[in-house]
């Protein structure tokens, strides 16, 4: 019993954690496979974000058995965490984990597999009071490194599932942060992604320290020259943010800000801690340090008893910021989130129709802000090749998609180039 396969769906905090338990594996001597290879164990790693999410999770579930209807299943995370019941009823499911006990998956499929008894390790959410620490120490890549600092949420925005199925606020220790990416320094990475459910919140549950003093401490590890942070709440960002930010001369000018929507009166039924007015306020400050930054968001197109006018809002408020990229999602009712029963639910027909047009000004946006960056040098941390073609891709410091022709390997290294020409959604660059 010595094949393991992982399926991971959602984020990248799932993705991370996803990483750590192959180690966990590895170690114990385990090989790891590939999806659709012929696995003894197949461990689907769950999102509960949306409806469409569980499905996918039971989905995956069934092709597992189909594949070998004699593997072991073992179900993780956030699907798991918040329906662990109706986990448990799906044929063939061996093991059971929440948003918690990963650590232990390695123990708890051999225990499943030697006593051939189903095992269901899902406390509650409430119950989750400290950040498990679950490392990955070997990581493939050579150039950026994701590090889980924060876990769980307190916001209870009213379409979000999230802090059902993470819990509260539980940051991860500084010293233990540092450790990680002293180790990572050594093994020669660049750059790191702080990241996290709500990394915002980081802090918030520890003493004298917070997010503002994790980056400066950070930004004086030696061998990281990078500090990129993930998606962040507008209400994060001050002047001592940004100055602190700014004068470490490590992070990154890319913020991936939460916006949702463009309306105040949708913010408000999102139960979101911010208007448009605070949000500009928030943009405005950000190009005061950084001129050039990359600002990215998510935006809800559809959200109960959105209007045409509230959608125009959310048209016109995004293209007065003009981002650099729109992430856009169409509501998703989620049942046991407060907007899963509210009145004036939007047709599918209109989400689709608004989410169109918000992807077309979007990837307006794009091309504009890509425009303005021709002629200017950039700092590109070059990521991989493309076989027998001499390119090479990397990415800016806000977050371009760059290539550039080399006869030398770039990999691994960060080159000043003068970005020349734009190619679809990247840049080419010399």
Do not use: W
């Amino acid at each position: 019993m010595d094949r393991v396969t992982f399926h991971t769906l959602g984020c990248k905090v799932n993705q991370y954690e996803t990483e750590a338990m192959m180690e966990l594996f590895k170690n114990k001597g385990y090989t790891i496979v590939s999806e659709e290879d012929f696995a003894d164990i197949y461990v689907i790693n769950t999102c509960t974000v949306t409806n469409m999410s569980d499905r996918k999770s039971r989905q995956f579930i069934r092709k597992a058995k189909k594949i070998n209807p004699d593997c072991l299943v073992a179900v993780v995370g956030c699907y798991s965490q918040v329906s662990p019941e109706e986990v448990e009823n799906i044929e063939g499911v061996d093991v059971i984990i929440g948003t918690n006990n990963r650590n232990m998956i390695v123990e708890l499929c051999e225990e499943s597999k030697n006593t051939g008894e189903k095992i269901n390790k899902v406390i509650t959410s409430n119950q989750l009071r400290s950040f498990e620490e679950i490392k990955i120490n070997t990581i493939e890549s050579k150039t950026r490194a994701y590090l889980k600092v924060q876990d769980g949420c307190n916001q209870y925005c009213s379409y979000c599932i999230i802090p059902y199925a993470r819990g509260p606020v539980r940051s991860r220790e500084y010293l233990e942060v540092e450790r990680e990416v002293k180790k990572l320094a050594k093994n020669g990475f660049k750059e790191i992604v702080l990241t996290g459910i709500h990394i915002a919140s980081y802090g918030k549950d520890l003493e004298a320290i917070d997010l503002k003093k994790l980056i400066y401490n950070l930004s004086f590890i030696e061998g990281i020259q990078r500090i990129r942070l993930s998606s962040i709440e507008p209400n994060i960002i001050d002047e001592e943010f940004m100055k602190i930010a700014y004068n470490t001369k490590k992070v990154c000018d890319h913020f991936h800000l939460s916006l949702q929507s463009g309306s105040d009166t949708v913010l408000s039924r999102m139960n979101r801690k911010y208007n448009t007015i605070e949000y500009y306020e928030k943009v405005d400050l950000i190009r005061k340090y950084f001129p050039n930054a990359g600002i990215t968001t998510d935006v809800i197109v559809g959200f109960p008893g959105e209007t045409d006018e509230e959608f125009k809002q959310t048209l016109e408020f995004v293209q007065k910021i003009g981002f650099s990229k729109i992430h856009v999602f169409k509501f998703s009712p989620r049942k046991g989130t407060k907007a899963y029963s509210m009145k004036d639910q939007v047709p599918s027909s209109i989400k689709e129709e608004r989410s169109k047009i918000l992807i077309d000004v979007s990837d307006s946006m794009m091309k504009d802000f890509n425009k303005k960056l021709i002629g200017c040098k950039a700092d590109v941390l070059f990521e991989s090749k493309f076989q027998g073609e001499g390119l090479y891709e990397g990415y800016t410091t806000n977050y371009v998609r760059v290539f550039k022709k080399s006869e030398s390997d770039l990999v691994g290294q960060i080159k000043k180039v003068t970005l020349k020409e734009i190619l679809d959604d990247k840049i080419m660059a010399i």
